[in-house]
């Protein structure tokens, strides 16, 4: 069975991402600026507790022109169910019968789960499977990077600020390495989470003494947490109307990607 234990840095995670410092690094529209923009950043997130390492990580980061052409081409989820299921996870009967081998394989991990915090294996696996095909493709740009290019960039840098400190704080304790591949906007491991999230709510889910979100169990057992966190009720239904249904709105805001993970859930678990 699986020991679950918050990462030592969590407790200490907000305090870090909410130290105001003498004074914010600016912001750019273009990479002209972002090596000058590092050094003023570098001395934000030394007040903030970034170390060594977190530093020379983010000194070695460069502007990924991916990650704001990503952004940029952003325009919501506006697809009908059946055609997002169908983009996303070919069909409910494939991805659900997927999901039932994945959980009887690994029967007493996801009851370990469900008894911890209250999430179904049903859940987890349509998250897990939604976000990286299982695995198959958590990203391609590195994560410090990629989220201090959105922390450099003007157009929504004070949301991305405290991540990017938040990525050099995981840097900095081994829970992400200095070149480790992401997703567009610094999402990271089996689930895809932002690294101030990774940092709040990660937790040990295999028994090893550390929170790796490159790790399939650390990952499925932070997420279970950040949903039990978010107001999940164990035991409760999850389907649209429910009280945990809106809490599938605290992992993703698109309704339609909400009414798939939890059609696809009820199939895996009944």
Aim: aromatic share 10%.
């Amino acid at each position: 069975m699986p020991r679950f234990l918050f990462t030592a840095a969590a407790a200490a995670v907000s305090a870090c991402l909410i130290a105001a410092p003498a004074q914010a690094a600016g912001c750019g529209d273009t990479a002209a600026g972002f090596n000058a923009w590092k050094q003023e950043f570098a001395a934000e997130a030394q007040q903030a507790g970034v170390g060594q390492r977190g530093i020379q990580a983010l000194m070695n980061a460069t502007y990924s022109t991916g990650t704001i052409r990503a952004d940029r081409s952003q325009k919501g989820v506006k697809y009908p169910l059946d055609e997002f299921i169908r983009i996303r996870l070919g069909s409910v009967d494939g991805f659900a019968a997927t999901g039932r081998k994945r959980k009887a394989a690994n029967a007493a991990f996801y009851a370990a789960i469900e008894q911890r915090y209250g999430v179904p294996a049903g859940i987890l696996i349509a998250i897990h499977g939604m976000e990286t095909g299982f695995g198959r493709n958590m990203g391609s740009v590195p994560v410090v990077s990629s989220i201090a290019t959105v922390a450099y960039d003007c157009r929504r840098s004070s949301f991305f600020t405290p991540h990017a400190i938040a990525a050099l704080q995981m840097v900095d304790r081994g829970m992400l390495s200095a070149g480790q591949n992401g997703a567009f906007h610094g999402e990271l491991g089996h689930t895809q989470f932002l690294p101030g999230n990774a940092m709040r709510y990660g937790v040990d889910g295999n028994g090893d003494g550390r929170v790796d979100f490159y790790n399939q169990a650390d990952a499925l057992a932070s997420t279970a947490n950040y949903l039990r966190q978010k107001g999940w009720q164990p035991g409760q239904p999850y389907q649209q109307g429910t009280a945990n249904f809106r809490v599938l709105n605290e992992w993703n805001a698109a309704t339609v990607y909400q009414r798939a993970i939890a059609l696809v859930a009820a199939r895996i678990d009944g």
